[in-house]
């Protein structure tokens, strides 16, 4: 019996180094790799359970593609809001140009409005720029001083901002109309 059981233990022991040996040869690196226990690669048993796997898959790339979209058109209302928010900064400059020199020309030209904008500029001083100012401003070259000098701010019609500003102008707009009543009231208009 004990004989029996050495043979048992020489046969496994043999069967264990031609493992080895069989594994050294594969790996190909001479160190001795000693076979663990694989796992059985998980199966799938179904056509269900292919279905829940790629929907699953086609949720999870439509949520990734949803965050990129969100964060893209994030990025794009912000570029857009600096952008609109100069733009309405520089026109609310020209706006404010255009009245001042307006007034300017009123007052030198005794109530008379300009009938056009190079009437405006013989008398605007040198620091107004006119020209970008006439891309940003609506002057109606036509009006009527003493109609004007009716209006007010918010119905003025002579100058009104042909590009989206902010409305900062008024208060420019304000001395003008009154300087406009002034002339109006002088000349008995």
Known sequence: MRHNHAMNRN???RRLTIEKILDRD???GGRVVERA???PKASINSTSEIRDMVNRRRVLWTIAALGIL??????GFVIYAVWITSHAEMHLHAMRQA???TQIYVVENDGRWPRSWADLKKHAPDEIDLDSAAESVAFDVNADPAQLATQTRKTFTGIRPAQPCYNA????LTDLIETLAKYSRR???
């Open 187 to 189: 000349n008995g208009k």
């Open 26 to 28: 594969s790996v190909g």
């Open 169 to 172: 102008y008024e208060y420019a």
């Open 70 to 75: 969100a964060i893209v058109s994030g990025i």
């Open 11 to 13: 046969r496994d022991q």
């Open 99 to 101: 009245v001042i020199a």
């Open 37 to 39: 226990a694989r796992k």
